[in-house]
């Protein structure tokens, strides 16, 4: 029970800002309803919108690496809600379809910055003990918020999308100010944090090299001798770029691909998912009860997931989390009733659970600290990369498959082998976890 009073006041107030914005995100869920409903767009062309979503997304979550860890997470996150909250505002005057797609891809781009700033704070915010904990408490919130927007959104829908995309911009600009009131300290802990870390890294190495000197003192002389060049001295001293010291990373980067496959099966829930619902005479509101129960589930069996599985290494969780979700997508082409999506709902929920605060624990557990927002924000373009995946695997099935509810068997075929990727890498990521 003292766990989570251990968490700062400015994780609680992340933790709010997130409840109520992810509650606004529901306008994400309804995109490929609103394209293909609203804006008269074929099935195959929403998909390849989406994809174009996962797209900008997956850019400038990964460029914003540097600007979380020169700005602060706590300005990012602000600027991102802001801009996510107007490209929806923007859907609710019902534009013309040739502004629709440009729309979609500021949405994506604006609102997958959000994720990596939030972990970036989260790791800089609680102590390394917590932090599987703070993620858990983090993830429930982004669900409490999953749980309740459908249903708002799958409501409003039934109305006008321009009610529903009002309503999903109002609860974003409220998730700004929220975010806002973190303060300038939230930065600060982001930047005295990096700075602590990185100079006991540098004065590790300076101990290592005045031990190296003692030991060798001709060799201490060469290395001096070379430093006198013109220029040697500048380059010694400029730190790596956040990017190369990634790019250096492989055990990160295989972490990083592995993520994105698995997010290109779990994302087919958004992507395809609504489509063949409505293809099966169950509605928007039937889409919207599926997706809130999926959200009850989550919060309401986070932690006890967490308390239940803490006594189990990361690595094999993650290989259960992949076998879970290759399982439960493959059995969505059995289902045609309401009844029939839920239970095989159980399934990958379970794979959710697990995967989704675990997977951001690990990035940040491996990841360097003077860099942590590059690293945290390559581990965020797991969503809108694989939400690119998602929805060009959906394309395809609607526009080749003569039946699209084959695209289940190709879904599983991938989540088959995100259980393989993650067995060989797990031997690796269990050694970086315990350094």
């Not at 609103?34 to 900008?56: E, H, K, N, P, W």
Request: hydrophobic content about 55%; glycine content about 12%; some cysteine.
């Amino acid at each position: 029970m003292t766990e989570p009073l251990s968490l700062p006041r400015a994780f609680w107030l992340l933790f709010l800002a997130t409840l109520v914005s992810r509650i606004g995100f529901f306008v994400e869920s309804f995109l490929t309803i609103f394209m293909t409903d609203g804006a008269g767009f074929s099935a195959s062309r929403a998909s390849l919108v989406m994809a174009l979503y996962g797209i900008g997304g997956a850019i400038t979550a990964l460029l914003c690496g540097p600007l979380i860890d020169r700005l602060g997470s706590r300005t990012v996150i602000t600027i991102a809600l802001a801009l996510t909250g107007t490209a929806a505002g923007s859907l609710a005057l019902i534009p013309p379809d040739w502004l629709v797609a440009p729309i979609v891809l500021a949405m994506g781009a604006f609102g997958q910055v959000i994720m990596p700033a939030s972990n970036s704070l989260i790791a800089n915010l609680a102590r390394r003990e917590h932090q599987r904990r703070a993620y858990g408490f983090m993830y429930m919130a982004l669900n409490s918020g999953l749980a309740l927007g459908p249903l708002i959104g799958g409501w409003l829908s039934s109305f006008s999308f321009t009610a529903m995309f009002s309503t999903g911009m109002a609860l974003l600009y409220t998730g700004t100010f929220l975010a806002w009131l973190i303060g300038g300290g939230g930065d600060a802990v982001d930047r005295a944090d990096a700075a602590d870390r990185a100079g006991a890294d540098e004065r590790a190495g300076a101990d290592d090299r005045a031990g190296a000197v003692d030991r060798n003192a001709d060799r201490a002389g060469r290395a001096l001798g070379a430093a006198a060049r013109p220029g040697a001295s500048r380059a010694r001293l400029r730190p790596p770029s956040g990017f190369a010291v990634v790019a250096r990373d492989r055990v990160f980067l295989a972490f990083a691909l592995t993520n994105i496959l698995y997010m290109g099966v779990y994302l087919q829930v958004f992507v395809t998912l609504p489509l063949l619902m409505l293809a099966d005479g169950l509605g928007t509101t039937g889409y919207g009860l599926l997706m809130a129960i999926n959200g009850v589930l989550v919060v309401s069996m986070q932690i006890p997931f967490d308390r239940m599985l803490a006594r189990f290494g990361i690595p094999p969780l993650l290989i259960v989390a992949a076998a879970l979700i290759a399982v439960g997508m493959g059995l969505n082409m059995f289902a045609s009733s309401l009844w029939g999506y839920v239970l095989v709902l159980v399934v990958w929920t379970s794979s959710e659970l697990i995967n989704m605060p675990l997977s951001a624990s690990v990035s940040a557990g491996i990841a360097h600290p003077s860099h942590r927002g590059v690293y945290l924000s390559v581990h965020g373009m797991g969503f809108p990369a694989g939400m690119a995946v998602a929805s060009l695997i959906g394309g395809f099935a609607f526009a080749v498959l003569d039946d699209p509810k084959a695209l289940w068997m190709i879904v599983a075929g991938l989540g088959a082998i995100v259980v393989a990727l993650r067995i060989l890498t797990a031997p690796a990521i269990r050694a970086r976890l315990n350094a």
